[in-house]
């Protein structure tokens, strides 16, 4: 017996858990503002989650999937992204999105059911919706990247998914197209540890979720998704790679949900109190604050200035997407199709009533 093809899969992390550095820091994270306007996304992020989980508790949205102890994937990946890239989220991509323009407004019209919460404006209006089925927008991202490369654009897509994505035909189908077809297109695999209440051990018995872009011909790695400075470094290189005509990347954030799925989930039901604990010591805000903190960027005032900044912003948008008014019921038929069938026309009439 010979060996036809032996593969690796590298991890990379920058800080550790208690914001210490481990690697050599990239270029970006040299100067302290971009540091700081990251942990700022991320503390925003995680404000305007919880005021969202509240709203949804008070019957103020349909439903809502917070970010929470995932912040640092979002944006990471929108820090190393261009405009004129394009995003392919799932669900909970709120940091990412909010990075790129997509206004908070705009993601409560979209949990509250409004069409019109997907009318992104600014460098996000190229970018894809929320995709709620699991997986079904990894072989979107892998189309609108071939029409990059057959446009001869210097373009990236961006598609981010779940660990629980990676078990699905989509995503092996999207993954091989990619491949095949050498597109400018970067997959990050948010791996939370948990799909709704299924856990990573018992999805897959491949050893890391990395590993399944070997199959495809694709480079895979792995990176700490607590550690916003890996992240960014991480997805950083797999786009500029990709925008050079090199092919696609499959990149595994590993971080953890330190949150319900969403809010029609109790998390309580499966996992533990310990578990949960173990992972917040973890988490990538306090980590990246600590660095900052001990590198003398940042301290108590400046945190609560952040802090109360946030809060502030949260409820300017909250007060905007309470004042909305409500949509038109034809707006489902408006919105769905760029020239209305006629057999759907008649619904529409009686719609307006």
């Known amino acids: ?41 991320m503390v925003l992020t995680r404000t305007f989650d919880s005021r969202a989980v509240a709203m949804q508790r008070t ?51 979209y949990w509250g059911g409004d069409e019109r919460g997907s009318d992104f404006q600014g460098v996000a209006r190229h970018d894809f919706p929320n ?12 189309g609108v990247a071939y029409a990059f490369k057959l446009r001869r654009e210097a373009r990236v897509a961006v598609t981010v998914f779940g660990d629980g ?21 970067v997959l990050v695999i948010n791996n939370n540890q948990w799909a709704i209440s299924l856990p990573r051990a018992r999805q897959t018995a491949a050893v890391t979720l990395a590993q399944k ?43 953890y949900r330190l949150c319900d799925h969403t809010t029609a989930d109790d998390a309580t039901r499966y996992r533990s109190t310990e578990e949960v ?26 945190e609560e200035a952040l802090q109360h900044e946030c809060a502030e912003e949260v409820a300017r948008q909250v007060a905007a997407y309470e004042s909305t008014p409500a949509p038109k019921p034809e707006d489902m038929f ?9 057999s759907l026309q008649a619904q529409r009439d009686k719609a307006r009533g």
């Open 1 to 41: 017996m010979t060996a036809v093809v032996e593969f690796s899969i590298q991890h990379f992390r920058v800080l550790d858990e208690r914001g210490e550095v481990v690697a050599p820091l990239p270029e970006f994270a040299r100067d302290p503002d971009a540091l700081v306007a990251m942990y700022r996304a």
């Open 59 to 109: 019957g103020k949205l349909g439903t809502f999937a917070s970010a929470l102890g995932q912040e640092a994937v979002g944006v990471g990946v929108a820090s190393a992204m261009r405009d004129e890239d394009v995003l392919v989220p799932s669900y909970r991509e709120q940091a990412a999105q909010f990075m790129r323009g997509m206004t908070m407004a705009q993601c409560l019209l």
């Open 131 to 142: 995709c709620v089925p699991i997986g079904t927008q990894v072989p979107h991202a892998a």
């Open 165 to 185: 994505g990676t078990s699905k035909g989509d995503f092996y189908e999207g993954m091989n197209m990619a491949g095949a077809w050498k597109v400018p297109l």
């Open 213 to 255: 872009a070997m199959a495809a011909g694709i480079d895979g790695l792995q990176v700490d998704g607590n550690d916003v400075i890996a992240v960014r470094k991480v997805v950083g290189d797999a786009v500029e790679k990709a925008r050079r005509g090199e092919g696609p990347t499959v990149v595994e954030a590993v971080c």
């Open 277 to 302: 604990n173990t992972a917040w010591r973890a988490e990538p805000v306090v980590r990246l604050r600590e660095y900052l903190a001990r590198t003398g960027v940042w301290n108590k005032e400046r």
């Open 334 to 342: 408006d919105y769905l199709y760029a020239t209305l069938p006629a």
